[in-house]
T-cell receptor
Framework: DQQVKQNSPSLSVQEGRISILNCDYT??????FLWYKKYPAEGPTFLIS?????DKNEDGRFTVFLNKSAKHLSLHIVPSQPGDSAVYFC??????????????FGKGTLLTVNP | ETGVTQSPTHLIKTRGQQVTLRCSSQ?????VSWYQQALGQGPQFIFQ???????GRGNFPPRFSGLQFPNYSSELNVNALELDDSALYLC?????????????FGSGTRLTVV
């Protein structure tokens, strides 16, 4: 049973445009969500997070939106840059601000930003 | 400030053998978590160690075991290797026990079981 789903294995966008990566979850106990970025031959690096008490969190070019009723979150990257090309993982946890030890990850979406 | 270091980077083992993977946590981090990432999948939580004790475990059989040392470095041991154990094994360190907040991941060890 996959509790965190990223239904798009890949996404291709033009440089300067918006990239929107989507994630759905089934476990209503999840209350803390994160996005990680992974380049080949490197470990995942933390990008941005959001807790269930918010519906939006921004950090520079990156914005995460949370729709709790739909159990859906999305990551918006504006403007997209070629260096953003990577695999993006959505992850979820139980416990505010990551107070629980375990993260559940989606399968990832490969983002390609074309110059 | 050093990041998380994992060794070896690549490893090939035969089915039935045993393997030990090593992880040095980021400076100042006292908690280490291990994840398995199979091809085409997201990372799956194996277990976490804090103060040399297992602090939580995912859905992995007992042949997956670990250790944490006083310097907070950690080992992942897998006995009786199976072909399905072929995966990227990721170590992540963090500052506070029982959390995933502020995880720093290593680059992983690619294990191939033949």
């Amino acid at each position: 049973d996959q509790q965190v789903k990223q239904n798009s294995p890949s996404l291709s966008v033009q440089e300067g445009r918006i990239s929107i990566l989507n994630c759905d979850y089934t476990n209503s106990m999840f209350d803390y969500f994160l996005w990680y970025k992974k380049y080949p031959a490197e470990g995942p690096t933390f990008l941005i997070s959001i807790s269930s008490i918010k519906d939006k969190n921004e950090d520079g070019r990156f914005t995460v939106f949370l729709n709790k009723s739909a159990k859906h979150l999305s990551l918006h990257i504006v403007p997209s840059q070629p260096g953003d090309s990577a695999v993006y993982f959505c992850a979820a946890g139980v416990g505010y601000e990551g107070s629980n030890y375990k993260l559940t990850f989606g399968k990832g979406t490969l983002l390609t930003v074309n110059p | 400030e050093t990041g998380v270091t994992q060794s070896p980077t690549h490893l090939i083992k035969t089915r039935g053998q045993q393997v030990t993977l090593r992880c040095s946590s980021q400076s100042g981090h006292n908690t280490v978590s291990w994840y398995q990432q199979a091809l085409g999948q997201g990372p799956q939580f194996i277990f976490q160690y804090y103060r040399e004790e297992e602090n939580g475990r995912g859905n992995f059989p007992p042949r997956f075991s670990g250790l944490q040392f006083p310097n907070y470095s950690s080992e992942l041991n897998v006995n009786a290797l199976e072909l399905d154990d072929s995966a990227l094994y990721l170590c992540a360190s963090s500052l506070a026990a029982g959390t995933n907040y502020g995880y720093t991941f290593g680059s992983g060890t690619r294990l191939t079981v033949v």
